[in-house]
């Protein structure tokens, strides 16, 4: 946890779930953070709440799926904190679900642009600062739907394998530059995705009793080691919470 004291990290979708866990564990840690998300209310409360604690956090209003405002997300860190260290592109949506011959294409389409293209913003922002820095690291939030097509997914599972692609091919092109880009696939946590999956009643994920979903905090403390020198061997990978190895390396048991 120590190699993180200090660091200034960007978290995208940091107003619930993976995203808000990851912010107060980060600055528990010692982080400095930008919690960016389109509820603006929640992002401050989170930020505050760090602040109060005795934590270094801004909020700020973000559509991931408009390069301009994660742009302005990554020069606002630059501006408050002096750089980036660390950006984790975590936002994310399953809505709409439903079958492809039903979907309405402008929703369909968004949804995609916001788990495709979100992760791609979040790139082409962070790297040409990291490069200018003389490095950095890029965490990018996987699912297993990148490996399976889901029932009423097809946009989820589409773009989070877009998404796995992209990881792959920034540790390619930036991994001279002294730039780390990895993927976690947290498995199914308990956020509020889970209960729109649920309600869903599509595909065996939505029959899973709640009992079997992870707490946020589970994935957030993965990401932190994934900041470590000792996940250094993992960049351009995936690694998945599901591999019982994976988590003992990474100390959650």
């Given amino acids: 946890m120590n190699e993180v004291n200090g660091k200034a990290v960007v ?4 107003s619930r779930g993976i995203g808000a866990s ?18 603006a209310t929640q992002i401050q409360d989170i930020a505050d709440e760090i602040t109060r604690a005795g934590g270094s956090a801004v909020a700020m209003a973000c559509d991931v799926s408009r390069y301009r405002d994660v742009e302005s997300v990554v020069s606002r860190c630059v501006d408050e904190f002096g750089g980036i260290d660390v950006m984790i ?3 994310g949506v399953i809505e709409p679900i439903g079958h492809l011959a039903t979907s309405e294409p402008e929703a369909w389409a968004h949804a995609a642009d ?8 979040g790139l082409r922002a962070a790297i040409p600062v990291m490069q200018g820095s003389g490095g950095g690291i890029i965490l990018n939030i996987s699912s ?8 009423g997914w ?5 773009a989070k394998a877009a998404a796995k692609m992209l990881t792959e ?9 002294g730039i780390r880009v990895m993927g976690l696939s947290p498995g199914t946590i308990a956020t509020e995705m889970q209960v729109l999956i649920k309600a ?11 009992s079997v979903h992870a707490d946020p905090s589970r994935p957030a403390k993965a990401l932190i080691w994934m900041c470590s020198q000792d996940a250094a061997s993992f960049a351009g990978q995936e690694l998945s919470l599901r591999d019982e190895d994976t988590c003992k390396r990474m100390g959650l048991g």
């Avoid at 978290?11 to 940091?14: H, K, V």
């Fill in 11 to 14: 978290i995208t979708g940091a």
């Fill in 22 to 39: 990851a912010a107060r564990e980060f600055a528990a840690a010692g982080a400095k953070v930008v919690l960016a998300a389109r509820t």
């Fill in 89 to 91: 592109n975590n936002a």
């Fill in 114 to 121: 916001i788990n495709y293209k979100g992760v791609y913003f």
């Fill in 144 to 151: 297993g739907a990148a490996h399976r097509a889901m029932e």
């Fill in 154 to 158: 097809s946009h989820y599972c589409s």
């Fill in 169 to 177: 091919a920034a540790d390619l092109e930036c991994a001279k530059d």
């Fill in 200 to 210: 869903s009643g599509l595909n065996p994920v939505s029959q899973l009793d709640p």
